[in-house]
């Protein structure tokens, strides 16, 4: 007995000497995990210019570890055998291993081949979520949650960068500790409230902050909701102290994934550490890997829809037309699903058996049904820290009445978490009735729909059988019920405005035989799913998760993730043929829909519209757009004008736009100086066009007009004529009836030999958007005025209005400018060259240019169709920020190179300056 | 005490919220709340009604699955109320 407890004592008073091989090989495997992945973590500047330090570091850090391993093995503890062999030996176990593993491999591949969401995710978040699961996995259980930690800082590092990741944590650790003063409960609320009232000034931009605009929506989402429940949870005790700690807390705030989505779960804290390696380690990987897959499939998905069945609601005019925009718009949830799914399954691979959060909300019978289903954790969230307590508060009152008023009172506090969430991630209070009757709606859904389930009862069983026909045909007609009015509330949610919305409605022609074919549709479509569904839960009822075998249980999803992988892969897609080719590459590029390409266009002619909601890829970009990163026309660059113009650029302005210099000569022109009358035997060509052609973003130096007047007079000057002048009088956000009225005051004046006029795909609806703004002014134009008149618009109509009207005569209005423009040139022996680019840039649009070409060609111009010109760039970054679609001066360069190039073979048949150069 | 808790709280979910469904299929351990047969709406039933039955106050943060996920812990649950 005695020397059982003298070997006891030995065991577990160990003698330093003997355990420092073992930290000296852990300090060895550090040093060189950092230096491998400095890239990764952004910390690679901090080797030496050319990371001259980051290999002779990962090599002084594995002979370090080989050094610890040697003599932890020969005269140490030997734990690193205690550690290794356990893992080494469990010979299922290491399989099961590797087979999560590759899957997470494959999955890894298959993001970053498709471009999923954003680089952040696809380039920093996903590889440290690829290696740090194996190192996570091997470490014995105590050190993992604090591995997790590290982890999760690296990734908020590697995306935030040193200062605003340094306040982050700063920031966090502060209103965290605030949490555990040793004061009463109602005082820390208080010295929190204090610090989110001084947090919301500096959001508001009443105080200044050192840190970036990036870090707002991530700090945002980090903490908003999450200190919240911290708060709740302390304050009942509701997590078992064995289950909760330092490690704990600091993991559920610097939660991984979180510095990738603004928009993330709102997890609970009791249920994220209560669910901590809660089963078998292998199953919640593996649950955690079929989850992310999931989560890839949505957003392929979400792609699918946005790329090919978005329509904006200029668009809708009829039956059909309109179920595609309510059924679509409704559709983009699943880009949220998606996230949320890529999310909770990441969380899995380090232990966190959380629940499913998103749950075939698509198939819900009844709007509580819907309410359990569409977001499992806000549902929670709510029916916790606000349902639970009103009702439990009323205990007096009569069971009818509690529900009304906590249900009441539940869909209030969603309401007004929604617009804090958005006013935190985007740094404006959402207040519009639009939303508040979207809350109202659904608030009111559930209610009636719960006060019915509190009066019959809702059927509930133990053991779930085979659904019969009848079962399955009542589920289609609820669920498809709760679908229709879902998409309807829905597009009352994502419209700008309560008139608008109506208008939409009001304004279709409703056809009842087509709009009953479209529910048909919408049944059989949720009728086939719902058969499936029931099938394939009837078949997990009859063979549970839990009894199956590991394998068993993973090889359906590693079978679809090896698919997928080898769908992504070209050489593989090309043998499917061209047509489905195209279509998988298509869906592999990670772009917005063409209406959010427009509007996102349109963000520099107009005002921010309509990207308020969550629908739309839109509010994104633009939650990362720097504060005084203004379009021209918000800029002192210009003044107004009375007239069509609106406004013209200040002579000798001396400034700056879109973050570069802008500088314009003594004629309102973004350009070189020069005079009004040519120098002798000068060739001079005029450019007319808007802001890609000005350079909005891009020094003078860098744009296409620059290179291109330098580069013909170093190869063409002193041939037929002696210089070539190129001036720019482009202006940003200039329409076609802009650009004539520049043409006719301006541009003549100064004697060009040729005029470029640059039109961009779509420039046609920008035209119809710009009358309706210039409806209420004098009109020069008699032509003009007459198309107006017989479209019917009218002085103060709604845009979308104006859009509709102009429809049938966008291409006539287009027409009757180019042919004035033309008819001008003509006159003045001016060589009329009309160009087309693409409206976005990076893309190639030029199905949308058919009409276009067709009108300029008509009108007389010379055409340059160059809506391919980023083509062969595909896949390069183009434009000046991911906010802002001008190109960059790489695709300055191409649109130069290219224009050379057309200019060459057009001087074959339509003769311009080249005839006779050198 | 605690079984004549169970067998009522088993008595009464079965009468509210499982009609007709076998009662030797729902045992002590049986999950309620996690396994989709007790939802926000009839957990509120049913804390009303131990309320009511055994003179007993639930406060809200209790309603959660540690305490009302299964017949064993509501009785645990009510026990330690009326201790």
Redesign the interface.
């Known amino acids: 007995m005695a020397k059982t407890e003298t070997q006891l004592a030995q065991k577990t008073t160990v003698s330093i000497p003997r355990i420092l091989p073992i930290y000296a090989f852990v300090a060895g495997g550090a040093i060189t995990a950092l230096a491998a992945g400095a890239d990764l973590i952004g910390i690679a500047g901090l080797f030496g210019k050319n990371g001259d330090w980051q290999s002779k570091l990962m090599l002084s850090g594995l002979v370090i570890a080989a050094i610890g391993a040697a003599l932890d093995l020969t005269f140490g503890q030997r734990g690193l055998l205690a550690w290794l062999k356990p893992i080494v030996l469990d010979w299922p176990g290491l399989f099961k291993f590797l087979t999560i593993a590759a899957q997470l491999g494959l999955l890894l591949v298959i993001m970053r081949t498709c471009y999923l969401e954003h680089n952040a995710f696809y380039e920093k978040v996903m590889p440290l979520v690829f290696y740090g699961f194996i190192i996570h996995h091997l470490l014995p259980r105590p050190y993992r949650l604090t591995f997790f930690i590290v982890l999760s800082l690296a990734a908020f590092l590697s995306v935030l960068g040193f200062a605003d990741s340094a306040w982050l944590i700063g920031l966090s650790l502060l209103l965290i500790g605030i949490c555990h003063l040793p004061i009463a409960f109602a005082a820390r609320v208080a010295i929190l409230l204090i610090a989110a009232g001084a947090l919301t000034a500096a959001r508001f931009g009443y105080m200044p902050v050192p840190w970036t605009k990036a870090l707002w929506p991530i700090l945002a989402s980090m903490l908003m909701f999450r200190l919240i429940i911290y708060l709740?949870d302390l304050k009942?005790n509701?997590v078992p102290p064995d289950k909760a700690g330092f490690a704990h807390t600091l993991s559920y705030f610097f939660l991984l994934p979180n510095v990738a989505f603004p928009l993330f779960p709102v997890v609970d804290y009791?249920t994220f550490c209560?669910t901590y390696y809660d089963d078998d380690d292998y199953r919640i990987y593996q649950t955690g890997i079929k989850w992310m897959f999931w989560g890839v499939v949505h957003l392929l998905i979400y792609r699918y829809i946005n790329y090919y069945w978005i329509i904006s609601p200029e668009k809708v005019h009829d039956t059909g037309t309109l179920v595609q925009y309510l059924v679509t718009n409704y559709a983009l949830i699943i880009r949220i699903s998606g996230q949320f799914h890529l999310i909770i399954g990441i969380l899995h691979l380090f232990g966190f058996n959380l629940l499913r959060i998103m749950d075939l909300y698509f198939l819900s019978t009844g709007f509580?049904d819907y309410w359990?289903r569409v977001n499992v954790y806000w549902?929670e969230f709510i029916?916790?820290l606000f349902?639970?307590?009103a009702?439990?508060?009323m205990?007096k009152a009569g069971?009818m009445t509690?529900?009304v008023v906590a249900t009441t009172w539940g869909f209030l506090i969603t309401w007004f978490f929604h617009a804090y969430q958005w006013f935190w991630i985007r740094g404006a209070f959402l207040l519009s009735l639009p939303d508040i009757l979207f809350w109202l709606g659904i608030g009111l859904l559930v209610l009636t729909n719960?006060i019915y389930?509190?009066k019959y009862?809702?059927k509930?069983?133990?053991?779930k059988g085979k659904a019969t026909l009848k079962e399955i045909a009542s589920k289609t007609l609820r669920a498809a019920g709760v679908f229709v009015v879902m998409s309807l509330l829905w597009s009352l949610w994502i419209s700008p405005s309560l008139a608008e919305w109506i208008d939409l409605i009001s304004n279709t022609e409703v056809s009842l035989p087509e709009l009953g074919m479209t529910l048909l549709l919408i049944i059989a479509g949720i009728g086939s799913a719902m058969l499936v569904n029931e099938k394939w839960s009837a078949r997990s009822t009859a063979a549970p998760k839990s009894r199956l075998a590991f394998f068993r249980f993973a090889l359906p999803t590693a079978a679809a993730i090896l698919l997928l992988y080898f769908l992504a892969q070209p050489a593989y897609a090309f043998r499917l043929g061209a047509k489905a080719s195209d279509f998988i590459a298509e869906l592999k590029m990670d772009r917005l829909n063409d209406r959010d390409a427009v509007l996102l266009e349109r963000g520099y002619y107009e005002q921010l519209y309509n990207v308020h909601s969550f629908n739309s890829q839109l509010w994104e970009l633009y939650a990362k757009k720097p504060d005084d990163w203004k379009p021209l026309t918000e800029t002192d660059a210009v003044r107004k004008t009375d007239d069509l113009m609106k406004y013209e650029i200040v002579p000798s302005y001396v400034g700056s736009l879109l973050d570069v210099p802008f500088k314009a000569n003594r004629w309102g022109m973004r350009d070189d100086d020069y005079e009004q009358t040519p120098p002798p035997n000068t060739y001079r060509i005029a450019l007319l066009g808007a802001s890609v052609i000005m350079g909005s973003g891009v020094v003078h130096e860098e744009t296409f007009e620059h290179l291109l007047e330098q580069r013909l007079n170093r190869e063409h000057a002193k041939g037929k004529y002696d210089k070539y002048e190129i001036l720019n009088f482009s202006v940003g956000g200039y329409h076609i009836i802009q650009q004539l009225m520049l043409l006719e005051n301006k541009v003549l004046a100064f004697q060009p030999n040729a005029i470029f006029c640059f039109a961009h795909t779509r420039d046609e609806n920008r035209t119809s958007g710009y009358l309706g703004e210039i409806a209420d002014l004098e009109i020069p134009y008699g032509e003009l005025r007459e198309i107006m008149q017989r479209a019917g618009l009218t002085k103060k109509m709604k845009h979308k209005k104006t859009l509709q009207l102009l429809e049938p005569f966008k291409y006539e209005i287009m027409s009757w400018a180019y042919s004035r423009m033309v008819r001008i040139c003509r006159e003045r022996n001016i060589l009329p060259i009309w160009i087309c680019l693409p409206s976005a840039t990076g893309r190639n649009d030029s199905i949308y240019a058919t009409e276009l070409v067709r009108v300029a060609t008509e009108a007389g111009f010379g055409v340059l169709n160059m809506t391919d010109v980023y083509d062969s760039e595909a896949g390069a970054y183009l434009q000046v920020a991911p906010w802002d679609t001008h190109p960059n001066a790489k695709g300055h360069r191409l649109i130069a190179n290219r224009l050379y190039a057309e200019l060459q073979i057009m001087d074959k048949t339509i003769p311009f300056a080249f005839s006779v150069a050198k | 005490m605690t079984e004549a808790t169970k067998a009522t709280v088993k008595d009464y979910i079965l009468r509210e919220f499982l009609p007709g469904e076998n009662p030797a299929a729902l045992t002590d351990s049986t999950p309620l709340i996690s396994g989709g047969i007790l939802d926000s709406l009839s957990t509120l039933k049913l804390v009303t009604f131990l309320e009511e039955k055994f003179g007993v106050q639930i406060e809200a943060h209790e309603a959660d699955v540690e305490h009302l996920d299964t017949i064993t812990n509501i009785a645990a649950l009510v026990h330690a109320k009326k201790a």
Do not use: A, D, M, W
Not at chain 1, 460 to 463: E, I, K, Q
């Open positions: 709740y009942h509701q009791s209560q509580t359990r549902k029916q916790k349902f639970y307590p009702y439990c508060r205990r069971n509690k529900l719960s389930e509190t009862g809702r509930r069983v133990l053991v």
